[in-house]
T-cell receptor
Framework: DGGITQSPKYLFRKEGQNVTLSCEQN?????MYWYRQDPGQGLRLIYY???????QKGDIAEGYSVSREKKESFPLTVTSAQKNPTAFYLC??????????????FGPGTRLTVL | SQQGEEDPQALSIQEGENATMNCSYK?????LQWYRQNSGRGLVHLIL?????REKHSGRLRVTLDTSKKSSSLLITASRAADTASYFC???????????FGTGTRLLVSP
């Protein structure tokens, strides 16, 4: 059963704590992405990785960090430096669509709430 | 920065009616894609249209692309209550290696 998994589904954090969100894919995709979605908003890109051991900042990378030690895994750490971390976090990987262009496959998301 | 802007922000229709959503973007693209998101879930890819295509169909979905106007539309025909979701366009811009998502249209289909 191929796909992308994210854990946990819900996460609560106290102010000042770092938390790590998990993203795993078994689709053999090279590229992976992290997005943040706020209520009623579109997706904003946090970080992305085109290949193992390499990643680039997206539009809103401040206060976040990532690693890409394995092709299957792209964990996101939300640090205490992120001033407003409460949001819905989505992970995606990229593969070929039926039209031949690249499309993204999304995980179910993690909802992070800072208490 | 978000490149795509969608219109309308919200749309409410009855089952059986057609729903049309529009997307505008700013730069040259390789392709444009439409995604669907049910509340609190991940996005699901619906359809991709390349920059050299003008229209594409998939089931009850019809997508058009006008590169001269930098705009696209998604038509859902004979809508069903199960089509209730948010719909996002995303552009695969030339020279970039990432998709840029629009702000989305929230569609409500009432039985």
């Amino acid at each position: 059963d191929g796909g992308i998994t994210q854990s946990p589904k819900y996460l609560f954090r106290k102010e000042g704590q770092n938390v790590t969100l998990s993203c795993e894919q078994n689709l053999n995709h090279d590229a992976m992405y992290w997005y943040r979605q706020d209520p009623g908003q579109g997706l904003r890109l946090i970080y992305y990785s085109q290949i193992v051991n390499d990643f680039q900042k997206g539009d809103i990378a401040e206060g976040y960090s990532v690693s890409r030690e394995k092709k299957e895994s792209f964990p996101l750490t939300v640090t205490s430096a992120q001033k407003n971390p409460t949001a819905f976090y989505l992970c995606a990987s990229r593969g070929l669509a039926d039209g031949g262009g690249d499309t993204q496959y999304f995980g179910p998301g993690t909802r992070l709430t800072v208490l | 920065s978000q490149q795509g802007e969608e219109d309308p922000q919200a749309l409410s229709i009855q089952e059986g009616e057609n729903a049309t959503m529009n997307c505008s973007y700013k730069t040259s693209i390789n392709n444009l894609q439409w995604y669907r998101q049910n509340s609190g879930r991940g996005l699901v890819h619906l359809i991709l249209i390349r920059s050299n295509e003008r229209e594409k169909h998939s089931g009850r979905l019809r997508v058009t692309l006008d590169t001269s106007k930098k705009s696209s539309s998604l038509l859902i025909t004979a809508s069903r209550a199960a089509d209730t979701a948010s719909y996002f366009c995303a552009t695969d811009a030339k020279g970039f290696q990432k998709l840029v998502f629009g702000t989305g249209t929230r569609l409500l289909v009432s039985p």
